[in-house]
């Protein structure tokens, strides 16, 4: 039984239960918002889906910009604590689901990060290529999801609420949203897949979406979670990475300059997870998805701790178990139809 | 990338505290209906209780249409709070939520009772501030002839074209078989039979103008009511919930240009599928 008890077999129980909770949770706890778990929550639950069980913060936060921050400031009246306090709340109910949980929301909560999961490794099944991206492309990127985060949850949805720019960039970040499409079409309800004709910027915000989602649906078959790479629940949630109980953490080791395992397992390619140690070597873009653990070959270099606690800790013994099954990369080995005889090799 | 973040957060908290004057459309957000101006209906003559003047987002005048209520009974999803009633003056009354902190979908009852006629008008308001679900309160039994939704929209108004069920009941029993009639502001009138547990399925009509569609988009409403009258004991009993619609969201969508874009998308990642590299 121990054999089979894998971290990254926890955690697929763990995505299957989240995902039917962010998907369609509101089938067991209710129909109403009012049903939900949180209005809060820091993964990309989508509240364009009516069925699911929790809605993604990013939604809040944005109309929280629009309607509270920027239309109290044109209005120009009496600042009060009802202007920032909606805001602040918020931010603290986010801070109290991160601090129990942190960036695990990312790697083990998330419906389109499951969803990217799962495609790529139907890619690995059928044996199509992997791309990875090397460290000088990673740095690139990288940047992309603050900016994201920082135009089109904060910047934008303000600037709407101050009349600077138009009503449609509301919430601009849902407009381009992969998750909004998908988890709705996990429902069977493709009304965020058409997209909406009455004005050229919902057009076009539509369209980029559609194109996104496609992209994200194949490009997951050869990339490894292509869209949390740019994902701004990824920045939100690196922001506040040190304030969360649950972390990552790696001891230096003599091994580890020649080794780099770790980094092959790592579905978001973070090389400071072999090049660092210490705090350094848990990067904003880490998901807590615990695979670096699982993969490296020596005991008690990285752990997943919750606070004092340790959650999970490599072990040569670990690695040689799940080696058995999947490469770092994520390809699996075939499946092994017929039973070696007990006592090994006759020869 | 994380300094320029939390620059920014302190930015917009001082920003609020700065004085900008200008103006700009308000009103609080989530509020599930969507209140306008008053105007006698002439659409039908069944008891209504409509959304009028709102203000901001802790109050709204709900104006009582072919009823002689004298108050409007205020019933708020949470069940540990007593229900109120708010004086109808000049045909209205001030609704406000019964806690300043619980919100969401507060039901709202008139009564009128004159000889041998008993009419009662229901609807909902859904104020932004979060509460508790309606369900236990949609549930309960408050006696006499009742015409109840089994479920309220969770946000925004219900949508032409949708089915919803509403229950039929007499002093908490069922009623079936008893004809219940639907009519809306756009001039649709449809009749239903209740069934045997008292259960209307009710399919809301696509009724809604083009035109008005094409000008108002999604936030364009109008009003059906539902309503059943029966006669017990030479009391005639005359029972209606009403509420706003929009117009079906697909509309203004073109499901075949989505999925033209999202091929668009997987076609340019299949170049990612022919060849390996890195």
Not at chain 1, 142 to 170: M, N, Q
Request: aromatic share 6%.
């Amino acid at each position: 039984m121990a054999a089979t008890l894998t971290l990254s077999r926890v955690r697929t129980v763990v995505q299957l239960v989240m995902l039917f909770l962010t998907v369609w949770g509101a089938n067991i706890l209710g129909p109403y918002t009012a049903d939900k778990i949180t209005t809060r929550l820091p993964a990309l639950s989508c509240a364009y889906d009516q069925h699911n069980g929790g809605y993604c913060v990013l939604v809040p936060l944005q109309h929280q910009m629009k309607h509270r921050v920027g239309e109290a400031i044109v209005k120009a009246q009496a600042v009060t604590f009802q202007i920032v306090l909606p805001l602040v709340f918020t931010m603290a109910s986010f801070l109290l689901f991160f601090l129990i949980l942190g960036k695990a929301f990312c790697g083990w909560v998330c419906p389109l990060g499951t969803v990217q999961e799962w495609i790529n490794r139907l890619g690995r099944r059928f044996g199509l290529p992997m791309h990875r991206l090397a460290s000088d492309k990673v740095g690139r990127v990288r940047p992309l999801k603050w900016l994201i985060l920082l135009a089109l949850v904060f910047l934008l949805p303000l600037l709407a609420g101050l009349g600077v720019a138009p009503h449609g960039l509301g919430n601009p970040y849902c407009d381009v949203c992969p998750s909004r499409i998908v988890t709705t079409l996990l429902t069977a309800n493709t009304d965020e897949l058409a997209l909406r004709t009455h004005d050229g910027l919902a057009l076009a915000l539509g369209a980029l979406a559609n194109t996104l989602m496609g992209f994200v649906i194949i490009g997951a078959l050869a990339i490894r979670q292509p869209f949390c790479r740019i994902c701004p629940m990824l920045a939100l949630n690196g922001a506040f990475k040190h304030l969360s109980l649950t972390r990552l953490d790696k001891r230096e080791h003599s091994k580890c300059e020649s080794c780099g395992v770790c980094a092959k397992a790592c579905p978001m390619d973070i090389p400071e997870i072999h090049l660092r140690h210490g705090r350094q070597a848990y990067h904003d873009d880490c998901t807590l998805c615990g695979r670096c653990a699982e993969f490296c070959p020596d005991d008690d270099v990285i752990r997943i701790r919750f606070a004092p606690l340790t959650l999970f800790r490599s072990s040569r013994e670990y690695y040689r178990r799940r080696i058995a099954a999947e490469m770092p990369d994520g390809q699996v080995k075939p499946v092994r139809l017929v039973r070696k005889p007990a006592g090994g090799d006759a020869s | 990338m994380r300094c320029c973040l939390l620059s920014l957060l302190v930015l917009m908290s001082s920003a609020a505290f700065a004085a900008v004057e200008r103006g700009g459309h308000g009103g609080g957000h989530g509020a599930a209906v969507h209140a306008r101006e008053s105007a006698t209906p002439s659409w039908t003559r069944a008891p209504l209780l409509l959304a009028g003047a709102r203000m901001g987002r802790t109050a709204v005048w709900i104006e009582a249409h072919n009823i002689a209520a004298e108050a409007i009974t205020v019933i708020a999803p949470d069940t540990r709070l007593n229900a109120e009633q708010v004086a109808v003056i000049d045909g209205r009354g001030r609704v406000e939520p019964l806690r300043e902190d619980v919100g969401a979908h507060h039901l709202l009852f008139a009564r009128e009772q004159a000889d041998g006629r008993i009419v009662s008008a229901a609807s909902w308001w859904n104020f932004p501030t979060p509460g508790t679900s309606p369900r236990e309160v949609l549930g309960r039994v408050r006696g006499g002839l009742e015409l109840m939704p089994v479920d309220l929209p969770d946000r925004g108004p219900y949508r032409e074209g949708t089915r919803h069920g509403f229950v039929l009941r007499m002093d908490g029993a069922p009623l079936a078989g008893v004809r219940v009639v639907l009519e809306s502001s756009q001039g649709s009138r449809v009749v239903f039979h209740s069934d045997a547990a008292g259960v209307i399925d009710v399919l809301l009509p696509r009724d809604f103008d083009p035109a008005q569609v094409d000008r108002e988009g999604r936030q364009a409403r109008a009003d059906f009511v539902l309503f059943a009258r029966i006669e017990r004991d030479g009391v005639e009993h005359l029972s209606a919930f009403n509420g706003p619609y929009g117009p079906d969201p697909m509309r203004q969508r073109d499901l075949s240009g989505g999925v033209a874009f999202m091929l668009l998308g997987m076609a340019l990642a299949v170049p990612l599928l022919r060849s390996r590299r890195g």
